[in-house]
């Protein structure tokens, strides 16, 4: 699963990290969505957009015009990649563009979602992303467990809220460090699938086993490192996020 595109070798959240993703191979896309100023689902990882574009502020209270304005992509070395300068490639991503970029890729792709959003938009971005899951027809798979999209969130009450309007759709309870109760290893109400950092699973990888054995699938961030590949494969999770999809299908044998 690709994390924010193939962001290793293009700017994250950009079009070209995900085109990059998908000519590498990756399996499955991940993004984190923001809510604009004026309703917009976008792909920015941090609350504000000084680290990643060449503009300041917070995405909430920017309008989606605000943000096409800036550019996404200086922040890395175009050097490697003429298509860094076309705009078109580093200004900021919708989520529907980048629904549109999988929807043509001749091939199935999954998406993992992650929810981003301050507490004055609490419910909101939940609402806006299952709408436009439903305009591309991705909000009711047609049994349980063939859905190309699941949802992640290090917020509870964010997954319940999913979970409640849309129970088809899995979600992925993210957590950075070892929960109070990682010998029940439980999930909060409304998670599906457990989603622990690496550095989580090198320091307690029995808590993956003792997840499996629960019933709960792993999927773990951001694996970037062959050892760590590695380990992941030996305990048998079942989805790695990274930032370098070619070269870990390449780990895996995949190329």
């Known amino acids: 699963m690709a994390h924010r595109g193939a962001s290793e070798d293009a700017p994250e959240h950009t079009l070209a990290a995900y085109v990059r993703a998908i000519e590498d191979g990756a399996d499955a896309l ?94 909101q971005v939940e609402e806006r992303l299952l709408h436009l899951l439903k305009r591309f027809g991705l909000d009711a798979p047609a049994a349980p467990g063939e859905s190309p999209v699941r949802v992640m969130s290090f917020s509870a009450r964010s997954l319940h809220r999913i979970a409640y309007a849309a129970p088809n759709i899995p979600t992925v309870y993210l957590m950075q460090f070892l929960p109070l109760r990682a010998r029940e290893a439980r999930l909060p109400a409304g998670a599906r699938i457990a989603g622990p950092g690496i550095r989580l699973v090198r320091n307690h990888p029995s808590y993956v086993e003792r997840l499996h054995a629960a019933g709960h699938q792993v999927h773990v961030w951001t694996v970037n490192e062959p050892a760590d590949v590695d380990l992941c494969v030996s305990l048998g999770v079942e989805a790695i996020i990274t930032n370098r999809p070619r070269q870990v299908l390449s780990r895996l044998g995949r190329l």
């Open 30 to 123: 991940e993004c984190d969505v923001r809510l604009t100023a004026d309703g917009h689902l976008v792909c920015v990882h941090d609350r504000r957009v000084n680290r990643t574009s060449n503009g300041r502020g917070a995405v909430s209270a920017l309008e989606l015009a605000d943000l096409a304005a800036l550019d996404f992509g200086s922040w890395r070395d175009s050097e490697e990649s003429p298509d860094w300068k076309d705009p078109g490639f580093t200004s900021v991503l919708t989520l529907e563009r980048l629904l549109e970029l999988v929807a043509d890729a001749g091939r199935r792709i999954e998406l993992a979602i992650e929810t981003k959003h301050p507490t004055r938009w609490a419910g």
